[in-house]
């Protein structure tokens, strides 16, 4: 599990409100392109197998993220679904030397299975650190008019305060989880299918929506008591983990194979929960992973 204290950035640096205005200025741009598409018929492709299609859209909609926090902070270093890492086009620097790196990391369409299949859940999300900090994070979800938003202050939904809420226990708490997931469930399929029966016994419902970000987004709000993912990567859920704590939400994150203890953004397996009471379940699931994934190292 990850415990890294957050540090306080840098008084010459953009201040976490100002880098919320830039992700949130270059989410709206790729919003309004989506809002335009007409989405029937759609073509699609693949990039590691029938799980994980990719469109023409997606790679256009983090162009135009892209062009407009390249705009907007050229000392930023972009993390994309699609491009991948592209470092800053000017070095930032202050009086003392060179400051810490402002990174973006952009999901350009979170939730792609249900985009081009003409489903509304689905979502930009566009999380910002400063070195290894999770500072800033917004998550638009286009067709429905969502705009999920924090810096250093409240969290928000369209411009309301997302106000903390407790987590209720187990028996009545609906989870948003596509748990254990495809992968794991390939690698430890005896895991897999314990996990999940304990999982479905012991809580009110499970239901996945298929956008790691919507469904942090959506226990941020307290619409649904806790998530989890088995397998995760930092542009799905950047966002979404500041937006959650920002909310007075809850986060434990495992390290996954190899068991090297990173950022909670970089961590590969988490369980999110809306207030700080914890769904034991899905922490107990987790930890029963992780010595799984740490036996084969």
Not at 131 to 139: F, N, P, Q, R
Request: hydrophobic share 40%.
């Amino acid at each position: 599990m990850n415990t890294t204290a957050p540090r306080t950035p840098s008084d010459s640096l953009p201040s976490p409100s100002h880098l919320l205005d830039i992700a949130t200025a270059a989410a709206f741009a790729a919003a309004e392109y989506i809002r335009g598409l007409d989405r029937d018929g759609m073509a699609r492709e693949y990039k590691t197998s029938s799980h994980d299609i990719v469109t023409e859209h997606d790679r256009a909609s983090e162009e135009i993220i892209v062009s407009e926090l390249r705009r907007l902070l050229p000392t930023a270093r972009i993390v994309g679904e699609e491009g991948g890492e592209r470092p800053a086009e000017q070095s930032a620097t202050s009086a003392e030397g060179a400051e810490p790196v402002v990174s973006f990391y952009v999901d350009p369409i979170d939730g792609t299975s249900n985009f081009a299949a003409g489903l509304p859940l689905f979502c930009i999300s566009i999380g910002v650190t400063i070195g290894d900090e999770l500072v800033a994070g917004v998550i638009d979800a286009p067709v429905l008019g969502q705009v999920f938003a924090a810096a250093d202050g409240d969290a928000t939904l369209n411009g309301r305060v997302l106000r903390p809420r407790a987590t209720r226990s187990a028996p009545d708490a609906l989870v948003l989880a596509g748990f254990p997931g495809q992968r794991v469930g390939a690698q430890f399929p005896d895991y897999a299918a314990r996990s999940l029966r304990s999982l479905e016994d012991e809580v009110s419902a499970v239901r996945h929506l298929g956008s790691a970000a919507l469904e942090l987004a959506y226990v941020a709000a307290g619409w649904a008591d806790a998530t989890a993912l088995t397998a995760i990567n930092s542009w799905d859920v950047a966002a979404g983990f500041h937006i959650l704590r920002r909310a007075g939400g809850s986060l434990r994150t495992w390290p996954g194979e190899g068991g090297v203890v990173r950022p909670d953004h970089l961590q590969p397996a988490y369980v999110a929960c809306t207030g700080q009471e914890r769904v034991a379940v899905l922490d107990t699931v987790q930890e029963e992973l992780q010595e799984l994934r740490d036996a084969l190292t």
